[in-house]
């Protein structure tokens, strides 16, 4: 069994704006002015971003609800939530990945869960998806899938280890539900887009981002500078 986030050439968006020229013999003594804007220049983009900033939730239930109303929807959504530690993240997000097995048991659907280490991280994550699955009612129709894999139905929830990635080409698997990330900090944005970004193009999936603030350069970082919404656990 693999996660199958193998690398692949990264699709470039072409955004196909064209620039605005400005005349040469303009006025510039209120400073200094591009003669051209840039070619990938998009206001459309620009003006979306003016009217949609960054949400703070600061409610843990509603935080928990509107993730998983960004699963289900057709739209794209990113989420960076603060967290102590992987662990706290792991009790947080277990219950949605149940659920979310559950719901989409029957038309299908694949989520993504990247931490940095398999035994401290990936494991204790697997055994707790295992544990609510069984609390749910749902101990008898689960099934394991490889080495680290989950599937309920048409429905499956991967587990990639970034210390000890599995690849298999006999399985592909690229998520189209919810692609989450914990400790976002500790994890190589450049590693992060290399690998996992290129298997992550579909228009309805949704980012969660776990970590800590205060690591400059971070993936988490980056996470809570581009994401619509932002919440604490």
Not at 152 to 158: D, F, L, P
Not at 194 to 222: H, I, M, W
Request: glycine letters at 8%; hydrophobic letters at 40%.
């Amino acid at each position: 069994m693999t996660t199958q986030l193998l690398e692949k050439p990264t699709k470039q968006r072409d955004l196909g704006r064209g620039a605005t020229m400005r005349r040469d013999d303009e006025d510039t003594a209120a400073g200094p002015s591009l003669n051209v804007l840039p070619a990938d220049f998009d206001l459309d983009a620009e003006l979306s971003m003016l009217g949609s900033p960054t949400e703070i939730i600061t409610d843990r239930d509603e935080l928990g609800q509107r993730i998983m109303q960004s699963a289900m929807s057709p739209e794209r959504d990113s989420f960076a939530i603060r967290c102590r530690s992987v662990h706290d993240a792991t009790r947080f997000a277990t219950p949605m990945r149940s659920t979310l097995l559950t719901m989409s048991s029957g038309f299908g659907g694949i989520s993504a869960t990247i931490s940095p280490s398999l035994t401290l991280n990936t494991w204790p994550a697997m055994d707790a998806l295992v544990a609510s699955l069984e609390q749910s009612g749902a101990g008898e129709i689960w099934q394991p899938i490889g080495e680290r894999s989950v599937s309920v139905g048409a429905a499956r929830h991967i587990f990639v280890s970034v210390d000890n990635p599995i690849r298999d080409d006999a399985t592909t698997v690229i998520p189209n539900v919810v692609v989450e990330v914990v400790g976002a900090h500790i994890i190589d944005p450049e590693w992060f887009d290399r690998v996992v970004a290129p298997r992550c193009q579909d228009k309805a999936l949704t980012f969660v981002f776990y970590g800590q603030s205060g690591f400059a350069g971070s993936l988490f970082e980056r996470a809570e500078d581009e994401s619509r919404f932002r919440g604490s656990i």
